[in-house]
């Protein structure tokens, strides 16, 4: 029993199946990329992935379906590179942070002043209106910002009013408004 494993581990050799893993992981992050990219308007660099991705897949596919038959070992590490490609998309994906947000924060009508001065001194742009809350009465801050910034903005607003109540949304387009120079640039 042991020697059928062990062949069946070493029916493909260990170059070629580091070859079929790591392409398969690389062809499937770019592929997650793609999408997302194409879904956020960026459609050239969507395209550009896309010719990267099919050629990466016509090749490996191309060497795992010839003899896997006989090699079934290559079908199932292009299945764990394919799996372990989504992942490491997925991780990719949320280091480049690509998009727009909307964070909308509730706060205490008495910490406003302070809270807005201190998002506007971090350069955003924010928009305030009164409201009333169950008991007492509140301020509704408005603020675009690009997913980069999500966490900084968020931890400002909780350092200042930890009782915040704050929404993040998606946003597919942002026209007109306030955007600071140096914010233009870095888009």
Do not use: C, H
Not at 36 to 54: A, D
Not at 159 to 183: T, W
Request: charged content about 20%; overall charge positive.
């Amino acid at each position: 029993m042991w020697q059928s494993i062990l062949v069946f581990l070493t029916s493909v050799a260990l170059w070629e199946v580091l070859l079929i893993f790591f392409a398969k992981v690389i062809e499937v992050a770019i592929s997650t990329l793609r999408i997302i990219y194409i879904n956020k308007g960026y459609r050239t660099l969507g395209t550009v992935l896309s010719l990267v991705e099919i050629l990466l897949w016509v090749f490996i596919a191309s060497r795992v379906i010839v003899g896997v038959a006989e090699t079934p070992m290559k079908g199932i590490i292009y299945s764990i590179g394919f799996a372990s490609g989504v992942y490491i998309g997925s991780i990719l994906e949320n280091k480049l942070a690509v998009g727009k947000i909307y964070v909308q924060a509730i706060i205490m009508r008495e910490e406003a002043s302070k809270v807005v001065k201190a998002i506007r001194d971090a350069g955003f742009g924010v928009t305030v209106m009164a409201a009333q809350g169950k008991l007492k009465s509140r301020k509704v801050l408005m603020i675009f910002s690009s997913r980069k910034n999500k966490e900084t903005l968020i931890n400002l607003i909780n350092q200042l009013d930890d009782d915040a109540l704050i929404v993040v949304n998606e946003v597919s387009m942002i026209k007109g408004g306030y955007v600071n120079s140096f914010r233009r640039l870095a888009k």
